[in-house]
C-alpha cells in the first residue's frame, strides 16, 4: 500500500483525534501527582481565611509607644480588641487582632516590661496578608487539563479538597519485536543484540501516570505478534517497535491487518521515525513505532508520550518548541524534517553523530533541534525551535 507522507503536524492531529480522554474518578489529592485535572479546581475555602501577620513582632494600633496587651499565636488568636497605644506579641501566621492597622518586625522594636517603642514605624497596613487576598469560595483557581504537580496538591488542599477529579490511568502494553533481540543483555550471541526499546519506551511512558505491560521481545513470526496483539486488546494503547518498515520480516503491518486494526496512517515526512504506523482497533490505539533506537525514542516522544497525555485529559498534548541560539553551525537539511540530537550549554551543540542507531549520542543530548525539510545551513548564533528532552 502507497499511502503519502504526512506532515508531523497533520500526522499528530489525526493520532490525538483518534483519542478520547479516559473516564473521570475521584482520587486523594496525594495520590493525584502527575496527573491532570478532569475539571476545573474551585476554591472552597477562603485564603488566607482572616487577615493575618506575615511577620514576627508586634501587632499595633495608633501610634506609640504600646501598650503589650497579650499574644495571638498560630492556631491561638488573641481574644479581643485593641485600640491606639495597644499592640499584642504576635508570630507569622497569627490572625491580627481587631483593632491592629500594621505589624512592627521585632528586629524594630525596643521592649521594656509590657512597653513597646518603635526604632522604625512601618506604614499603616504593613506586613499584613489581608483576608482571602488569594481566593474565596467559588473562585476557579485552575483549569480542567491542568498538570498536577508538587505545587498544586499543596494548592488544592489549601482550596478546600481532600479529593480531586483526574481521568483514568491508561494501560499501555509494550512489544519489543526481532529475532536478533535477546531479553538478556549478558547473554547476546554474535547474531544478537539486547532488546532495549521497550525498556527505553516503558521508561519514557513511566513519567506519566501509567499501567505498563512490558514483556519478552516477540519474534519476526507473524503468528507470535498476533498472538500479543490479541492478548492486550484491553489496553487503552499498544506499542510495538521495529518491524514497521518495508522489509520482507517486518510484520507489524501484516499483523495490525491479521488482528482487523484499521490502519490510519503509515510513514510520516520526519527523520528519524518515518516508517511510524498508527492504528486503530475498536477504542484502542495501536503505535507501530520503528525498530531503529533513536527512531524509537523521537516518535516516542512525538506521539507515545502526546496520545497518554490525551487519555490523562491534558490540556497540552504536545511537547513544547522553545527557541535557542546554535552554538554552532548547524548543516544544511535534506529531503524530511530532521529531529537532531543536540546538548545545551551555552548554546545549542548538535551532536556529530545523528545515526538513527545511535544510543550513545542520545543518551548524551538533552534537546531535539527541529530543522526543516530542504532546510540552509544554520549558522551559529542563529536561533533554532528545539523540544527539550525533559520527560515529560
Ligand atoms: N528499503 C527500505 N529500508 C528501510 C526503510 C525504507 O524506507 N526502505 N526505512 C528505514 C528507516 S527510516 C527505518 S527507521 C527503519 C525501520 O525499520 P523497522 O521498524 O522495520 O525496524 P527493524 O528492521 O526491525 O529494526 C531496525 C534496527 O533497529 C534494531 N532494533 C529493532 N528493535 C529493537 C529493540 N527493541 N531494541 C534494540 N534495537 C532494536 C534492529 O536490530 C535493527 O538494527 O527501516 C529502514 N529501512
Ligand atoms: O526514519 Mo528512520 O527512523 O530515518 O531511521
Known amino acids: 500500500m502507497s499511502l503519502p507522507h504526512l506532515s508531523l503536524e497533520n500526522a499528530q492531529a489525526r493520532m490525538l483525534a483518534l483519542l478520547e480522554p479516559l473516564p473521570m474518578e475521584r482520587v486523594a489529592v496525594e495520590a493525584a501527582l502527575g496527573r491532570y485535572l478532569a475539571e476545573p479546581l ?207 520480516h517486518d510484520l507489524a503491518k501484516p499483523a495490525l491487518d491479521a488482528v482487523g486494526a484499521q490502519l490510519d496512517f503509515w510513514k510520516v515526512a520526519m527523520k528519524p521515525g518515518k516508517p511510524l504506523m498508527v492504528a486503530r482497533r475498536g477504542k484502542q490505539l495501536i503505535l507501530g513505532l520503528p525498530g531503529n533506537p533513536v527512531s524509537a525514542f523521537v516518535t516516542g516522544f512525538l506521539f507515545m508520550l502526546p496520545a497518554l497525555r490525551k487519555l490523562l485529559g491534558a490540556r497540552d498534548c504536545l511537547p513544547q518548541t522553545i527557541h535557542l541560539p546554535l552554538a554552532t553551525d548547524c548543516p544544511a537539511g535534506g529531503p524530511r524534517r530532521e529531529f537532531m540530537r543536540g546538548s545545551l550549554a551555552e548554546g545549542v551543540v548538535p551532536a556529530p553523530q545523528q545515526d538513527s542507531s545511535a544510543l550513545l549520542t542520545l543518551a548524551r543530548s538533552n534537546v531535539l533541534i527541529d530543522r526543516p525539510a530542504h532546510g540552509d545551513e544554520a549558522k551559529a548564533g542563529t536561533s533554532v525551535p528545539c523540544l527539550l528532552l525533559e520527560i515529560p
Open 42 to 248: 474551585t476554591a472552597a475555602r477562603t485564603q488566607p481565611p482572616a487577615d493575618l501577620s506575615a511577620m514576627d513582632g508586634y501587632a499595633v494600633a495608633g501610634q506609640g509607644p504600646w501598650r503589650l496587651k497579650g499574644e495571638s499565636r498560630c492556631g491561638e488568636p488573641f481574644a479581643g480588641a485593641i485600640h491606639g497605644g495597644e499592640c499584642v506579641r504576635i508570630s507569622t501566621g497569627a490572625v491580627l487582632p481587631e483593632g491592629a492597622d500594621r505589624v512592627l518586625i521585632q528586629e524594630d522594636a525596643d521592649v521594656s516590661g509590657d512597653t513597646v517603642i518603635h526604632t522604625e514605624d512601618p506604614p499603616v497596613g504593613k506586613h499584613i496578608r489581608r483576608k482571602g487576598f488569594e481566593f474565596s469560595p467559588g473562585h476557579t483557581l485552575l483549569d480542567a487539563g491542568t498538570r498536577i504537580g508538587p505545587a498544586h496538591v499543596a494548592l488544592i488542599r489549601s482550596a478546600g479538597h481532600a479529593e480531586v477529579a483526574v481521568q483514568a490511568r491508561p494501560t499501555l502494553a509494550i512489544f519489543d519485536s526481532g529475532d536478533e533481540l535477546n531479553s538478556d543483555p549478558t547473554a547476546c550471541g554474535v547474531h544478537e543484540i539486547p532488546a532495549s526499546n521497550g525498556a527505553m519506551l516503558a521508561a519514557l511512558a513511566g513519567a506519566l501516570p501509567c499501567d505498563i505491560h512490558q514483556s519478552d521481545p516477540l519474534p519476526d513470526r507473524l503468528d507470535d505478534i498476533v498472538a500479543a496483539l490479541e492478548a492486550h486488546r484491553g489496553a487503552d494503547l499498544m506499542v510495538l517497535t521495529g518491524g514497521a518498515s518495508v522489509g520482507d
